[in-house]
């Protein structure tokens, strides 16, 4: 499995901006495809944001499309989600999520094998 440590959540205004990081280590962090999952309180945790290993393709739910961009530099073994014009339902936990296998970032949860302790974003109106 892959290590993932999350950071940049925090309080913002609606319409501000943030950026998640997220800091893998242990097994080859390049060749696995990784995503962005949420989970606000009382609902289910879900897709937010993919990305292919080569960064060549990603995805996104329709919610955020427009507004986040999700990033990686594999070089850093590092992750990001750059979030903007945030509105107060993109308030959940966010956690990081490493692919078992594949190439493209899939939707589902269970496609993902190792995840991060997650990183309270809240917006406020």
């Known amino acids: 499995q892959v290590q993932l440590v999350e950071s940049g959540g925090g309080l913002v205004q609606a319409g501000g901006s943030l950026r998640l990081s997220c800091a893998a280590s242990g097994r080859t962090f390049i060749s696995l495809p990784m995503a962005w999952f949420r989970q606000a309180p009382g609902k289910e945790r879900e897709f937010v944001a993919g990305?292919?290993?080569?960064?060549?393709?990603?995805d996104y739910t329709d919610s955020v499309k427009g507004r986040f961009a999700i990033s990686r530099d594999n070089a850093k073994n590092t992750v990001y989600l750059q979030m903007n014009s945030l509105k107060p339902e993109d308030t959940a936990v966010y956690y990081c999520?490493?692919?078992?296998?594949?190439?493209?970032?899939?939707?589902?949860?269970?496609?993902?094998?190792?995840w991060g302790r997650g990183t309270q974003v809240t917006v406020s109106s």
């Open positions: 999520a490493a692919g078992a296998r594949g190439y493209y970032a899939s939707t589902k949860d269970r496609e993902y094998d190792s």
């Open positions: 990305i292919s290993w080569t960064s060549a393709a990603t």
